[in-house]
């Protein structure tokens, strides 16, 4: 987890091109040298020590994914631009815009930019948030004992 | 405030047509009959006991209005849908869609559909909050000596 918090209470923040807005860094999304991930960015859009959540607006390229992981935190997911797909626990699900995801205390997770188009989406999580847990090789083998899992993981979509 | 909470922990929740979503009721806004709103709904996009935050979608009707208010609790706005004007503390600012807006701590804000199209916005809240408070005749008062202040709140935007 990233430690610099930016606290910025302007009252307007300009939505800027691309799915940029004024004052709001982009970072590349880092969390863990050894989670699996690509090409993404994150950026904080609401952090304040005032506020029990943060909202950050996370970009996926096409062909990228983000991390599969698990923690006890819960994700409040808002797909704001393009779409792809998702896993949550069990369950592979296309996703379009504007569409909703949720993923409970513990679960496996992770979503892919599957078009040419880039993924965008916002990320409610709690402020006070236990770190991420990585799959072990036995974990992900477990996964995969369902097809429709191990397309998704593999990157060939359905 | 609402107090019937519902928990949905569905992973995919599909969005419709119009701002609407898959499993996901749509409230007149009601908090207090004193309040001065118009023509405004809710939708609770993400509220969960394991949730610290909460994440809400309001959409106000051409000429309507959200409820003129403060609070020690903050909000964390983006516009989803169209554009207007917002009151936060002393600035009165344009919004366009995917804008952000930071409502600090007591301080008195109100969002209006000033166009022809709605306004829709998403609002992160933490979960607990204390109760909004309703600005008096003096506060009005002394809000409307600031000429920029007066003409947003008569409903008429510069």
């Known amino acids: ?55 950050r607006y996370f970009e996926v390229a096409p062909g990228g994914f983000s991390t599969l992981e698990r923690h006890e935190h819960m994700h409040g997911v808002l797909i704001l631009r393009g779409r792809g797909q998702c896993l949550v626990g069990d369950e592979v699900k296309q996703l379009e815009t504007r569409d909703l995801v949720t993923v409970p205390p513990m679960t496996w997770h992770q979503l892919r930019a ?10 409610m999580v709690n402020a006070e948030r236990d770190k991420p ?11 995969k004992q369902n097809p429709a899992i191990a397309a998704f993981l593999d990157g060939k979509p359905a």
């Open 133 to 143: 847990q990585l799959p072990t090789p036995q974990d992900v083998e477990r996964l």
């Open 114 to 123: 599957t078009t040419e188009e880039p993924l965008g989406f916002l990320c």
């Open 1 to 55: 987890m990233d430690d610099t918090v930016t606290v910025n209470r302007t009252a307007r923040r300009k939505a800027k091109a691309d799915f940029r807005w004024e004052g709001v860094e982009m970072h590349p999304y880092k969390e863990d040298e050894r989670a699996l991930y690509k090409t993404i960015t994150r950026q904080v859009l609401f952090s304040d020590p005032n506020m029990a959540g943060e909202l």
